[in-house]
């Protein structure tokens, strides 16, 4: 069965250094989302992705955040410098219509130290 | 962002009784609702979804309910199994955004 995935399943940084979350989404869908949780709280929309730019994006994702499909696969969030508040499991999305049931990977957590 | 709510944290019900998993929502463009279960370090999985044109839909042993007068949905789980206790997240979008707005989720344990 297809699905999404999401490397590395852990990323330990140093605050104020950048780091780039990899996905590579099911391969017909059209639409790719970020999400993130931090430990205890809920899920929390970033960004939404589609045709190569964003289409929505929350208060979260301010411009320490972007996003990027470099290839035909691969969809990236980079976190230019690192809080500790950004620490949280990171999850990718992927949909083949706008709106509809999303199809999530296993998440990378991130730590930042 | 308080738009999608699960006012529940926590529920536990037997073995073979039914679950019922409840969540509001306060923005009248959303138009599509979901929920997904969650496992500890998993992603979330897509479990049933509902239109608003439709005030249910069936799966199996999962029923959506919904209440566009009172902003309301609810999940039943009939039986409900062990393999059942997750974390399970209400989400809804609007009208052609491309985004989700998810509960706090509620802690299902089903108890043998």
């Known amino acids: 069965e297809p699905e999404v995935t999401q490397t590395p399943s852990h990323q330990v940084t140093q605050m104020g250094q950048e780091v780039i979350l990899r996905c590579v989404p099911i391969s017909n869908h059209l639409y790719f989302y970020w999400y993130r949780q931090i430990l205890g709280q809920k899920v929390e929309f970033l960004v939404s992705f589609y045709n190569n730019e964003i289409s929505e994006k929350s208060e979260i994702f301010d411009d320490q955040f972007s996003v990027e499909r470099p290839d035909g696969s691969n969809f990236t969030l980079k976190i230019r410098s690192t809080k500790l508040e950004d620490s949280a499991m990171y999850f990718c999305?992927?949909?083949?219509?706008?709106?509809?049931?999303?199809?999530f990977g296993q998440g990378t957590r991130l730590t930042v130290v | 962002d308080q738009q999608v709510k699960q006012n529940s944290p926590s529920l536990s019900v037997q073995e073979g009784r039914i679950s019922i998993l409840n969540c509001d929502y306060t923005n009248s463009m959303f138009d599509y609702f979901l929920w997904y279960k969650k496992y500890p370090a998993e992603g979330p999985t897509f479990l049933i979804s509902i239109s608003s044109i439709k005030d249910k839909n069936e799966d199996g042993r999962f029923t959506v309910f919904l209440n566009k007068s009172a902003k309301h949905l609810s999940l039943h789980i009939v039986p409900s199994q062990p393999g059942d206790s997750a974390v399970y997240f209400c989400a809804a979008s609007g009208a052609g955004n491309n985004d989700m707005r998810f509960g706090a989720g509620t802690r299902l344990t089903v108890k043998p």
């Open positions: 999305a992927s949909s083949q219509r706008s709106g509809t049931e999303a199809f």
